[in-house]
C-alpha cells in the first residue's frame, strides 16, 4: 500500500511437527514485525517459529528487516534450491533448528544500514546458525556477504560439506563453543577464509 515502506512479516507459528510447504513463490520487499502480537516478537520478513517447513526453488529478495528468512526451534528443516539476494542485513537464520540446508544461491547480502558493531560483525550473514544441531549445510554458493558467508555459533554443530564461498568479508566463522566439520569446500576472495573466535564470554 506504501511503496516507501516495508510491508512487514509473514509468520507461520507453533505448528510443530506439521509441515508447512513455501515452493516456487518470489517474497521481497518485507521488513519485520513491529512490537509484538500476542507475545510474538519476530525480526524477519519471513518467520518459522517452532514451525517445520519445507522451503524450496524460491526468490527472497530486498528485504529490510534484520533476517530474510528466520526459522527458530524446529527440527526436520529442509531449506534448498532457493534464491537470496539484495538483503539488509542477514540472509537465512537458524535458531536451534536442525535439517538440511542446500543447493541455494546467496548473492550481495547485508546491503542496508550497518545494524551490528564490534569483533567479526560487520554486517549481513549469508547463513547464520545459533544452537543448531545434526544440521547440514551443502553443495550451497555464497557471494558477497558483508560480514560471514556462513557463521556458525552458540553451541551449534553442524556438517559444512562442498559449498562455495567467494568474495565475503569472512568466508567461515566458527565461534562460541561450536562445532563445524568442514569437508571439501571451496573458499576464495575473502578478506577472511575461516575464523575461529569467542564473542561472548558466556562461552
Known sequence: ??????????????????????RH???SEGGELMGTING??????LGFHRARVLFENNIV???????????????????RNNTFTQTNSDAFD?????GVIERNHFETIG??????TGFGNTGGDGIDLSFAHDLQVRN???VGATDKGI???ERSKSVVEGNKIFKNNIGIAVKDSSLADLEENIIIGNQIGIELYRKKEIY
Open 1 to 22: 500500500l506504501n511503496a516507501s515502506r516495508p510491508w512487514g512479516s509473514f509468520m507461520v507459528v507453533d505448528t510443530r511437527e506439521k509441515e508447512s510447504e513455501l
Open 25 to 27: 513463490v518470489s517474497i
Open 40 to 45: 510474538i516478537v519476530s525480526t524477519s520478513m
Open 61 to 79: 529478495s530486498f528485504s529490510r528487516g534484520e533476517d530474510a528468512l528466520n526459522i527458530k526451534y524446529a527440527s526436520g528443516v529442509s531449506v
Open 94 to 98: 537458524c535458531d536451534s533448528c536442525s
Open 111 to 116: 546491503t542496508g544500514a550497518n545494524l551490528h
Open 140 to 142: 550451497n554458493i555464497i
Open 151 to 153: 557463521s556458525i555459533g
